[in-house]
Structure formats: C-alpha cells, structure tokens
C-alpha cells in the first residue's frame, strides 16, 4: 500500500512564504515524476509544478519565478517552496507521484490548504 502524505499548509498574509512536503511511504520499488496540484474553489485541478525523477523541472505561467519544486528522492519527499505568495494562489494543494509498487500507479495525497489572506 502507497501513501502520499502532505503537510505544510496553513495561513499566511501577501508575499509571504509556505513550504509544502509530501513524503511517500509503504513498498515502493521506485518514483518516477512527482508533481504539485492545486484547486481553488469553484475551479477545475490544475498544474502547479513538476519534477521528474533526474531533477527536471516546469512549472505553471501563475507560479513562475515564485514557486520552486523540488525532491529528495533518499527520503521519497517532494517539497513546494512557495515564495511571494498572493491571494491568487489560495487552493487546496495536491501531491501526486507516479509510483512502481506492486505494480505502477499514479498516487495522490490528501491535500493541505493554502490561504492566502491578510
């Protein structure tokens, strides 16, 4: 059994900064790419970020500049570094990974929200 499990969210004012980690668990064999979503209310799931399993990295127009992904494949972890936060980006954030267990699957976390508020 394959669990993503994030944490990091919470409330912070305009311009400031989050960091959001999704760590996997359970029998994995390996991860290939790992990527942050993201769903504000009313609105569709969309791409934040991505990163593959050699450090290659795109990210969403909205996000550019401000956000940086990034992973730390020793400890199965993805990490979102969120810096210049703006109201805009206030959302559920999601954790996906495209894990081989028992056999390969896509995975997604719980989700931890973001709001972005003074």
């Known amino acids: 059994q394959v669990q993503l499990v994030e944490s990091g969210g919470g409330l912070v004012q305009p311009g400031g900064s989050l960091r959001l980690s999704c760590a996997a668990s359970?029998?994995?064999?390996?991860?290939?790419?790992m990527a942050w979503y993201r769903q504000a209310p009313g609105k569709q799931r969309e791409l934040v970020a991505t990163?593959?399993?050699?450090?290659?990295?795109n990210y969403a127009d909205s996000v550019k500049g401000r956000f940086t992904i990034s992973r730390d494949n020793a400890k199965n972890t993805v990490y979102l570094q969120m810096n210049s936060l703006k109201p805009e980006d206030t959302a559920v954030y999601y954790c996906?990974?495209?894990?081989?267990?028992?056999?390969?699957?896509?995975?997604w976390g719980q989700g931890t929200q973001v709001t972005v508020s003074s």
């Open positions: 990163i593959t399993s050699g450090g290659s990295t």
């Open positions: 359970g029998s994995i064999a390996s991860i290939y790419a």
């Open positions: 996906y990974a495209d894990i081989s267990s028992y056999y390969r699957g896509r995975y």
